[in-house]
T-cell receptor, first 117, second 115 residues
Framework: ETGVTQTPRHLVMGMTNKKSLKCEQH?????MYWYKQSAKKPLELMFV???????ENNSVPSRFSPECPNSSHLFLHLHTLQPEDSALYFC????????????????FGPGTRLTVL | DQQVKQNSPSLSVQEGRISILNCDYT??????FLWYKKYPAEGPTFLIS?????DKNEDGRFTVFLNKSAKHLSLHIVPSQPGDSAVYFC??????????????FGKGTKLSVIP
């Protein structure tokens, strides 16, 4: 138990559905992240929020829409996804966003396995 | 193009022996390196890290070695225990240009420690 929870753990959706992934951290952290891990690919950073402000968007398609209403919660809204978006999606948090010489350990949630039909 | 490569998808080691997991990188701007461990149905957890100004960092049974000239790092686990069976991810960091640091991960190596 890392203090980062994700719901749902499994999600199957059609290409025309709208769904959301939820992440909650109980660690008092101020930075939150979404990562994607496709089959046989490494973990890839999607979005970073620091003190509720989005600071990174790694060229993620607009069918993925993040939302960070407060420092404890992070959502990933999904709309008109493609089958190739099927993957494991991990949320992570850290004390704050990592800037030079102040490494902040990232704590990961257990992930959501998403299948797009 | 993968900047962090773990060329061995899997590794089997006898309990009590040394496990050596390897990682190569291509980006010379990377200046901080980490190893994460992942059990099934769980997220990755931080294991050990090393700054580019060092060539070795030790934490109990875990030691990470960095060879900057070869752009290579390795994780040594001595002695290996069955509970070490997991997927190990190598990660490296460099500034994203906006001043923040991002982690670039390898694909992972699945370690099996045989009792």
């Amino acid at each position: 138990e890392t203090g980062v929870t994700q719901t749902p753990r499994h999600l199957v959706m059609g290409m025309t559905n709208k769904k959301s992934l939820k992440c909650e951290q109980h660690l008092g952290h101020n930075a939150m992240y979404w990562y994607k891990q496709s089959a046989k690919k490494p973990l890839e950073l999607m979005f970073v929020y620091n003190f509720k402000e989005q600071t990174e968007n790694n060229s993620v398609p607009s069918r993925f829409s993040p939302e960070c209403p407060n420092s404890s919660h992070l959502f990933l809204h999904l709309h008109t996804l493609q089958p190739e978006d099927s993957a494991l999606y991990f949320c992570a948090s850290s004390q704050r966003e990592w800037i030079k010489s102040s490494y902040n350990e990232q704590f990961f949630g257990p992930g959501t396995r998403l299948t797009v039909l | 193009d993968q900047q962090v490569k773990q060329n061995s998808p899997s590794l089997s080691v006898q309990e009590g022996r040394i496990s050596i997991l390897n990682c190569d990188y291509t980006n010379s701007m990377f200046d901080y390196f980490l190893w994460y461990k992942k059990y099934p149905a769980e997220g990755p957890t931080f294991l050990i890290s090393i700054s580019s100004i060092k060539d070795k960092n030790e934490d109990g049974r875990f030691t990470v070695f960095l060879n900057k000239s070869a752009k290579h790092l390795s994780l040594h686990i001595v002695p290996s225990q069955p509970g070490d069976s997991a997927v190990y991810f190598c990660a490296a960091s460099a500034s994203s240009g906006a001043g923040s640091y991002q982690l670039t991960f390898g694909k992972g190596t699945k370690l099996s420690v045989i009792p």
